[in-house]
């Protein structure tokens, strides 16, 4: 029998990421472009290199690339706006990224489309006409006339309020994409079939959806960005502004690799109704902005469904690893986090921050700090951790809340197996569940859960070990030092959407799969190539295919700084 039941899990193996891989294909367009220098703003070349492959792309169906020479460039206000079917591509030096961006203002890359508001228009939405299950690519609706073969659509439905709390999160900040009523669980979807009003969807669906609950699908995309990325460049904010670096908006395919961005402001990158995007190989540095909703490396919200963060460093960051607002059946692989800091001191590594995150995956990650399930936005449910290294372990602030593991109230059926849990010597209880009191002052617990911040239930009471009906099975914990089991032990899954060892640990001696429980605390950083490239200055493990993304971030003790 399965540790983790079907319910429990979706089929991420080969859902995840962009269809088909990151493109390898492409060829340039055009003459490799070179930097106006001076201070000069070069936005205007750029841009327009990127619309003219965009229509070349649209002409051959080949991906192009636009070619940036080694040199210091600049984006100096305004945004540099994404195109279909273009790859935006820095030149190396080695490992070393010669392609550096100083953006001196607010200055954004926008990989966006300009989405569709069902509240507008009655022809962008309709009505499931018989229920949609779990594990299936069918949905039958009762007008289909408006969607065609590749749209992006939303299937949700209205909150179930035993399972699904809003937190008093109006309509108009959370899922105006099926506006009005509280539609707080679904999933971005690729339309791939239609025969009347039954469509065919290339993901399954992640949750049964049902007429009682007035299930619906809604408009995201038709015609609009797919297939861009940009890849080995060094972007650096020179003044702390409250925006995004990266702002991806209904979007499809597309992805960053090997990105190095520092002085995030509010989000190195941020997903808004995004499907099968993919972020791998980066570094991400947080800066002085750490309030509320800021300082965030990977943020995936609205909905976003089917994205890949792997491979990744996010340093001082006020959350290096982010979902909000919806997302659902995304995977944060093999990614390494330090120095987490928040003006909150809520500083975790990897939080589902809310309104209803769904059916997310954190797999043989290395993070210093926490993964926290919170419900400052909403309830969340069926988060699977499995083989991760987890300390709950600030070194920037330790002087709140160092839980490995924290689910608040509202968060229910989370996945705990065969985790590497707490730092020795540091916490002193294993688990508390509420209505056990706790301080988050002064205890120290390496899970704990049925709470909130203040270590209480408040509001409406909190949530029981019966009723957030966690599976916590096969973990090793510092205060015990041994492997818990509540059941007879079972043989670990080695991952939950690889069948063979990935293509990062290939040629690198490194094994797979990574943190077996069984290794207690003699599980590093190391053993996977974020953590081994976080502390060997940059470099890859020897035998990668990989290319460095850490090139200039140094290791230190405080916040991160630039050389």
């Not at 679904?186 to 007429?211: M, R």
Request: proline share 4%; with cysteine.
């Amino acid at each position: 029998m399965a540790i983790v039941p079907s319910t429990n899990l979706v089929t991420w193996q080969g859902n995840v990421g962009v269809s088909g891989g990151i493109p390898t294909n492409g060829v340039q367009y055009g003459s490799t472009l070179n930097p106006a220098g001076g201070g000069s703003d070069d936005q205007p070349a750029i841009q327009t290199a990127l619309n003219a492959a965009s229509t070349q792309y649209g002409i051959s169906g080949t991906v192009q690339i636009v070619q940036l020479a080694a040199g210091a460039w600049r984006l100096n206000g305004t945004d540099l706006t994404a195109v279909n079917g273009v790859i935006l591509r820095g030149t190396l030096s080695g490992a070393t990224k010669s392609t550096v961006f100083t953006i001196p203002s607010g200055a954004q890359i926008q990989v966006r489309n300009s989405p569709y508001d069902p509240s507008g228009s009655g022809s962008t939405n309709s009505a499931l006409t018989t229920n949609a299950t779990k594990g299936s690519t069918t949905i039958v609706v009762a007008d289909a006339s408006w969607v065609s073969v590749n749209d992006l659509i939303v299937i949700s439905q209205l909150d179930d309020t035993s399972f699904v709390n809003p937190a008093g999160e109006s309509d108009s900040t959370a899922q105006s994409y099926v506006y009005p009523g509280t539609y707080g669980l679904g999933q971005t979807c690729k339309v791939t079939g239609k025969a009347s009003n039954t469509l065919t969807i290339e993901v399954p669906l992640y949750w049964d959806y049902t007429t009682t609950l007035s299930a619906k699908i809604s408009k995201v995309m038709t015609a609009g960005r797919r297939l861009f990325g940009v890849e080995d460049i060094k972007f650096v904010r020179s003044t702390d502004v409250d925006t995004q670096f990266f702002a991806f908006d209904t979007v499809e395919n597309c992805w960053l690799k090997n990105v190095e961005v520092s002085n995030i402001g509010r989000n190195g990158v941020l997903c808004y109704v995004c499907y099968r995007c993919e972020f791998r190989h980066c570094t991400f540095t947080g800066g002085a902005l750490l309030g509320a909703g800021q300082g965030y490396g990977f943020a995936l919200y609205n909905y976003t469904s089917a994205c890949l963060v792997e491979d990744n460093i996010a340093t001082a960051c006020h959350a290096a690893y982010i979902t909000d607002l919806a997302p659902a059946g995304n995977v944060f692989g093999y990614n390494f986090e330090d120095l987490s800091i928040a003006d909150s001191h809520q500083s975790p590594a990897l939080a589902t921050h809310g309104y209803h995150s769904l059916m997310n995956l954190a797999e043989g990650n290395y993070f210093n700090s926490k993964i926290l399930c919170d419900n400052t936005h909403g309830s969340g449910s069926s988060t699977t951790m499995l083989r991760n290294r987890i300390l709950g372990y600030s070194s920037t602030d330790h002087s709140y809340d160092n839980s490995a593991v924290h689910i608040y109230k509202w968060n229910r059926n989370c996945n705990l197996v065969g985790n590497i849990l707490g730092k020795v010597s540091w916490q002193t209880t294993t688990q508390t569940w509420y209505p056990t009191s706790y301080d988050p002052n002064t205890d120290k617990v390496v899970i704990r859960g049925g709470d909130n911040a203040a270590g209480t239930g408040s509001g409406a009471g909190g949530d029981s070990l019966a009723t957030s009906n966690p599976i916590i099975e096969g973990n090793w914990d510092s205060v015990s030092g041994t492997v818990t089991w509540n059941i007879t032990p079972e043989a670990i899954p080695d991952s939950y959407y690889y069948s063979t060892t990935p293509a990062i640990f290939v040629g690198t001696g490194l094994a797979w799969p990574v943190y077996t429980s069984s290794m207690g605390n003699s599980a590093t950083a190391q053993m996977i190539p974020a953590g081994y490239r976080y502390y060997n200055g940059g470099v890859d493990p020897v035998g990668s295919t990989q290319t460095s993304a850490m090139n200039g971030v140094a290791k230190i003790v405080g916040k991160a700084t630039i050389k």
